[in-house]
C-alpha cells in the first residue's frame, strides 16, 4: 500500500449504496448529479433556516424519490438510462407529493375528513414509497408492508379464522390515508425524519471525509500502527483497527467491509489467509461500523428519537458495547491467525509518526462532534460545522484539498447514500403507523410476555430471535424501527429499562447482518475474495459470537446498566470489566486458543465462565473469575509440562 492518503476513486464508490444503481451519462447523468446535490445542500440548508416539519420531510421524500427512480432500474441488473415508465413515475411522484406543499395550509387540518384528491395522491405516494423500497433494498420490506396494510383493512377477518387476539375493527381507505399521507404519524414519521435530519447530515459528512482521502488515510494509519509487530497476526489485526476507523465515517457493514476489501485482501492473502477466513475477518471488521462512534448506523439516531435523549446520550451508552465487540472480533482473529500460522507482511507505509504529523488532522472533525455536543450543540449542528471543518482541513494539502469539482462529487456521493434509507424510513413509516393505529404492537408484545410466562430471561430470548427473524428478511434499520414498536414493549414489561431496551433491539439488529442463513457483509466479503460465500459466513459468525452475549448483560440486571454507563462510578468499573473477562473467556472457548491449542476441557471452562460473567450479580461474576482462573492455570501447567 502506498503511503499516500489522496482520495480515490474506488474508495469513494464505497459510499455509494448497498443495492446496484444505474450508471447515467449524458444529460439525465447532470440532472441525477443535480438532484443529488441539492438533496445535500437542502439538508444542510436545513440546519441553518427553520422550515416546518412536514414542509421538510414531504420535500426531501419527494427529491429522494425522483432520484430512487433516476438511479435504480425496476429489474436488477437491467443496463440502460432512464426509461419512459420510470419517467412516469418521476411525474406521479411530483404531482403526488406537490400537492401537500402546494395546499399545505389546509393539507394538515383535513386528515380525519380527506378529499377525492387527497386520496388520490395518498393511495399513489403508498404505492411509490413501495416501489421505490423495492428497487433500492430488495422486494422483502415493501411486501411486509403490504401485508401490514391489508391487516390494517381487513382486521375483523382474523375473528372468523381463529385468530381473534389479532382481529381489530378494520380501517377503510380514507381513515388509512389520512394516518398515513396527511398526518405525523405513517410516511412522515419518525423513521423519516431521522433520516432527513440526522442520518442524512452524517452520510454528507462520511462522504466528505472519504473524498478528502480520510479514508485511505485511517487504513494507512493502521497499517502503520501494527507494521511494528512481526507477528503473523499483524494483518488480521490491522484490518480490525482499520474497520473500527473507517467504521466511524461510513455507518455501514456492506460499504466498510468493501472498503476494507478493495485495499488489504491482497495483504490478507499475501499473509497466508484463506478465502474464507479473510472474508470473515473484513466482514466482521466492517460491521463494526454499524457500532462504532460518532456515525453509528442509521438506527442509533433513531433510538434518540425513541428513547427522547440526546444523540450524544447513545453515542455514551454505546462505548462500551462497541469496545466489548471489537475485543471480541480482536482476539478471535488473533487466535485464528496464530492456529493458521499465518505470517508478517511487510505493507511499505510511511512511518506512524509520518503519518500523523502529515494527515493527522484528518482525526480533528471526528473529535470535533463529540466536543461540540459536549459543549451543549445539537447533534445536527455539531455534524454541521464538523463538516465544514473537514472540508476547511482538506485544503492543508495540496493532495487532499476539496476543490470545486471534488466537493460536488463528495455532495453527490453523500445524497446518493441516503436513498436507500430514505426509503426504507418511509415504508418503515407505513408499518409503524398501522401498527400503532391497530394496537398491534401492544398485542405482539403481550404474547412474548405470555410465552415466556413473565420470565425475564425468558423474554429476553424471545426478544432476541424475534429481532434476529426480522433481520433475516428486512436491512438494519426497518428491523430496528419494527421492533421498537412490537419487541420493546415487552422487554419493558418486565422491568427492562426502556434505554436498555431499544439498546439490546439495536445490537440485535446490528448482529443480524452476520447471522446465517443469510448475511449481507459476509456475502459481500465472498465476493471480493473468492471464498465460498456460506463458509465465510459462519466464520464471521464465530467471530462475533461472543458479541452476542453482551446485550443480555444490560437487559438481565439492572446492574448490568453499567456498561451502558449508567450508574454509579464502581458498578460502571465493575460490570464493564468482568464483561470485558467473559467476552475473553467466551473467545478462548469458541476460538479453540489460549497461548497454545487449549484441550476440551479448557474449553469447556471457558465457555462457562464467559457464560457466568455475562449475568452481572456477584456470585456468578465471582463464580465466572474463578473457573477462568481454573482454566489459565491448566493451560500454563500443560503448557510448562
Not at 378529499?115 to 422483502?140: F, H, P, Q
Request: with cysteine; glycine share 10%; proline share 5%.
Amino acid at each position: 500500500m502506498n503511503a499516500t492518503v489522496a482520495p480515490s476513486d474506488q474508495l469513494g464508490d464505497a459510499l455509494e449504496p448497498e443495492a446496484p444503481a444505474r450508471r447515467l451519462s449524458g444529460a439525465p447523468r447532470a440532472l441525477a448529479t443535480l438532484l443529488t446535490v441539492a438533496l445535500s445542500a437542502y439538508a444542510l440548508y436545513w440546519v441553518v433556516v427553520v422550515i416546518q416539519p412536514q414542509i421538510y420531510r414531504v420535500s426531501f421524500l419527494l427529491l429522494a424519490l425522483v432520484l430512487s427512480f433516476m438511479l435504480y432500474p425496476a429489474v436488477k441488473g437491467r443496463r440502460g438510462g432512464v426509461t419512459l415508465a420510470d419517467w412516469g413515475l418521476i411525474g406521479l411522484t411530483v404531482g403526488a407529493l406537490i400537492w401537500p406543499l402546494i395546499d399545505f395550509d389546509r393539507f394538515v387540518y383535513r386528515a380525519a375528513e380527506p378529499t377525492t384528491l387527497d386520496l388520490v395522491c395518498g393511495t399513489l405516494t403508498i404505492v411509490l414509497v413501495l416501489e421505490a423500497t423495492r428497487r433500492t433494498v430488495g422486494w422483502i420490506l415493501p411486501v411486509s408492508a403490504v401485508g401490514f396494510l391489508l391487516y390494517a383493512r381487513f382486521g375483523p377477518l382474523f375473528d372468523s379464522v381463529g385468530l381473534g387476539l389479532f382481529a381489530h375493527r378494520g380501517y377503510p381507505l380514507d381513515r388509512l390515508v389520512g394516518s398515513l399521507y396527511m398526518s405525523l404519524e405513517g410516511i412522515f414519521g419518525v423513521p423519516l425524519d431521522v433520516a432527513a435530519t440526522y442520518i442524512v447530515l452524517f452520510t454528507i459528512y462520511g462522504a466528505v471525509l472519504q473524498f478528502s482521502g480520510a479514508g485511505r488515510f485511517f487504513l494507512d494509519w493502521a497499517m502503520a500502527l501494527s507494521s511494528r509487530s512481526q507477528s503473523g497476526a499483524g494483518p488480521g489485526r490491522t484490518v480490525t483497527i482499520a474497520g473500527f476507523l473507517l467504521g466511524t465515517v461510513s455507518g455501514s457493514g456492506v460499504a466498510t467491509t468493501v472498503m476494507l476489501g478493495s485495499v488489504a485482501w491482497p495483504m490478507l492473502r499475501s499473509a497466508g489467509y484463506p478465502a474464507e477466513v479473510g472474508g470473515a475477518i473484513l466482514s466482521a471488521s466492517g460491521i463494526g461500523a454499524i457500532l462504532s462512534p460518532p456515525t453509528l448506523g442509521a438506527a442509533a439516531f433513531l433510538i434518540a428519537e425513541f428513547l427522547r435523549i440526546s444523540y450524544l446520550q447513545v453515542l455514551v451508552m454505546a462505548t462500551v458495547p462497541t469496545l466489548l465487540y471489537y475485543l471480541s472480533i480482536f482476539l478471535m482473529i488473533e487466535a485464528d491467525s496464530r492456529r493458521l500460522g499465518t505470517r508478517h507482511v511487510n505493507t511499505h507505509t510511511a512511518s506512524l509518526a509520518e503519518l500523523t504529523w502529515k494527515y493527522g488532522y484528518n482525526f480533528s472533525s471526528l473529535v470535533a462532534i463529540a466536543v461540540f455536543m459536549v459543549i451543549g450543540m445539537t447533534a445536527f449542528t455539531a455534524v454541521f460545522w464538523a463538516t465544514g471543518l473537514a472540508v476547511a482541513l482538506s485544503f492543508l494539502r495540496r493532495e487532499t484539498a476539496l476543490r470545486p469539482a471534488r466537493l460536488v462529487r463528495a455532495l453527490e456521493a453523500g445524497g446518493h447514500g441516503v436513498l436507500p434509507v430514505a426509503a426504507t424510513t418511509a415504508t418503515a413509516g407505513i408499518i409503524v403507523g398501522i401498527v400503532t393505529l391497530t394496537g398491534l404492537g401492544l398485542k405482539i408484545a403481550g404474547i412474548i410476555v405470555a410465552l415466556a410466562g413473565g420470565s425475564l430471561p425468558l423474554t429476553v430470548v424471545y426478544a432476541a430471535l424475534a429481532v434476529w427473524l426480522l433481520g433475516l428478511a428486512v436491512p438494519v434499520t426497518a428491523s430496528y424501527i419494527i421492533a421498537a414498536v412490537m419487541v420493546a414493549p415487552a422487554l419493558t414489561q418486565v422491568g427492562v429499562a426502556p434505554a436498555a431496551a431499544h439498546m439490546f433491539i439495536f445490537y440485535y439488529a446490528v448482529l443480524s447482518e452476520v447471522s446465517p442463513p443469510t448475511a449481507l457483509s459476509p456475502f459481500a466479503a465472498a465476493a471480493l475474495t473468492g471464498g465460498n460465500p456460506f463458509r465465510t459466513m459462519m466464520v464471521t459468525w464465530k467471530y462475533t459470537l461472543p458479541a452476542f452475549l453482551v446485550p443480555f448483560v444490560f437487559t438481565l440486571r439492572a446492574e448490568g446498566m453499567g456498561i451502558l454507563l449508567q450508574g454509579s462510578l464502581i458498578m460502571i468499573l465493575w460490570t464493564s470489566a468482568t464483561a470485558a473477562v467473559g467476552v475473553c473467556a467466551l473467545a478462548v472457548g469458541a476460538a479453540g486458543w489460549f497461548l497454545t491449542r487449549t484441550t476440551g476441557l479448557e474449553r469447556i471452562l471457558a465457555i462457562a465462565a464467559g457464560l457466568l460473567l455475562m449475568y452481572p450479580a456477584g456470585i456468578t461474576d465471582l463464580a465466572g473469575l474463578g473457573l477462568f482462573a481454573a482454566m489459565v492455570a491448566l493451560h500454563l501447567l500443560r503448557r510448562a509440562a
